[in-house]
């Protein structure tokens, strides 16, 4: 078992997906646990105890996120450095891919990302098709709500407590993509690491030539010779479809076509997929991704 999955564990709830959710805002330090009152216990009772516990102006943490940021650089953080965050709470970047996002120039942005990490905010993770640009994270739970929930004045608007129903409704999406579903694919890179032959899991990005598009792979296993051994994809409460799965063959021909396995990580799969008769397909649910745990 590796420190993510025990982390997990500690939070002491059998849904894997609500154990999800819940660690990826407060992990599993024992006095936030406390503080967020009775935990939900299934998935479904997530999001109100999200507006409840989180985005309720008398909550325990609605500040604690607004100042999340400024706490940890111990100042206001500047316009530059706040689009810097604003975008790799979106999805990890490449420095080239911050500045294209934000506009900054690349010596400021390499400036600039050494001091959000050494706050405690981001970490470089590594870019196994280019290990000199590594992909640019989030690591600051209260920060990442912060960002995916607070945008375009919002955090003015849940601190008057009038419309939350609405709100929640307006940015929930942004709750699940921005907060939720980095923590699973986390949950599944750390997993597929459990392969013997495996030296790293990372997520990678891989230009697609013909149709002029990047295509990100969540799931990209490597060996200590440095040859891929798995590529997975990961879907966060949706059902996966067949063509998800074809998309990541794809990309794996556009790498050559190595052989290995491939993992469909997902709540539910479609018909079509379940009846796939792929020797190197896995399909694999989030009880796989968190042993020892009950429905």
């Not at 599993?28 to 009152?37: H, V």
């Not at 479904?44 to 996120?65: I, N, Y």
């Not at 100042?75 to 979106?90: F, R, S």
Request: proline share 8%; aromatic share 8%; net charge negative.
């Amino acid at each position: 078992m590796n420190e993510l999955q025990a982390s997990l564990l500690a939070v002491g709830v059998p849904d894997v997906e609500a154990a999800v959710a819940i660690h990826a805002l407060l992990g599993s330090d024992p006095a936030l646990l406390a503080e967020a009152g009775d935990l939900p216990q299934r998935l479904t009772l997530v999001d109100p105890w999200v507006k409840s516990t989180f985005l309720h102006p008398d909550g325990p943490f609605l500040e604690r996120a607004a100042t999340a940021v400024a706490d940890a650089l111990g100042e206001e953080p500047t316009a530059n450095l706040d689009a810097i965050l604003n975008q790799i709470t979106v999805r990890p970047r490449t420095v080239a891919d911050l500045r294209m996002t934000t506009g900054l120039e690349t010596a400021e942005i390499a400036a600039i990302l050494p001091d959000l990490a050494e706050a405690g905010l981001v970490r470089p993770d590594t870019n196994p098709l280019d290990f000199d640009n590594p992909f640019w994270t989030m690591d600051h739970r209260f920060a990442r709500f912060a960002y995916a929930m607070f945008a375009d004045g919002h955090l003015q608007r849940w601190r008057r407590g009038y419309i939350t129903d609405k709100l929640w409704q307006m940015t929930h999406a942004r709750f699940d993509r921005y907060v939720c579903r980095p923590e699973f694919n986390r949950l599944a890179r750390e997993w597929a690491l459990g392969d013997p032959a495996a030296a790293a899991s990372t997520r990678i990005v891989v230009p697609d030539p013909r149709f002029k598009q990047l295509r990100t792979i969540e799931i990209a296993v490597w060996n200590e010779e440095g040859d891929p051994i798995a590529f997975g994809t990961v879907r966060w409460k949706f059902k996966m479809v067949l063509n998800q799965y074809k998309r990541l063959r794809h990309v794996r021909r556009l790498l050559g076509d190595p052989p290995t396995r491939l993992y469909c990580v997902a709540p539910r799969v479609d018909a079509a997929l379940a009846a796939e008769t792929d020797p190197d397909l896995y399909l694999i649910g989030p009880q796989k991704l968190l042993p020892r745990t009950e429905s």
